[in-house]
């Protein structure tokens, strides 16, 4: 059985930094396409980053935390990360992790429909 659990979150200044982490149960991690999404109160999901398996190691970032977030695995652990640097307010969410059946995340791999799995979630606070 497909089980995510997020991890890291917490409160920080503006500029701070935090490392969310994700451990994978029911399946290997670097086997799968895997995400990092955000969301507000009652906004749509959003997708942050996600990481082809690696067969393809593809890596791709939303625009808004390009060059300060980085998602990376620890295949000996079967960890998904987030490394998260230059906080802003606006980062404020609760935070998931998430996976897809297959390796390749394909076109809409920032898309929350393209992922079938999904951990409870992480809350981030960023205070100005």
């Known amino acids: 059985q497909v089980h995510l659990v997020e991890s890291g979150g917490g409160s920080v200044q503006y500029g701070g930094s935090l490392r969310l982490s994700c451990a994978a149960s029911?399946?290997?991690?670097?086997?799968?396409?895997m995400g990092w999404f955000r969301q507000v109160s009652e906004h749509e999901r959003e997708g942050i980053a996600s990481f082809d398996s690696d067969s393809f190691d593809t890596i791709e970032y939303a625009d808004p935390v390009k060059g300060r977030f980085t998602i990376s695995r620890d295949n000996a652990n079967n960890i998904l990360f987030l490394q998260m640097n230059s906080l802003k307010p606006d980062d404020s969410a609760t935070y998931y992790c998430a996976a897809r059946e297959f390796g390749v995340c394909g076109g809409a791999r920032l898309s929350p429909t393209s992922f079938s799995s999904w951990g409870q979630g992480t809350q981030v606070t960023v205070s100005s």
């Open positions: 029911g399946f290997i991690v670097s086997h799968r396409c």
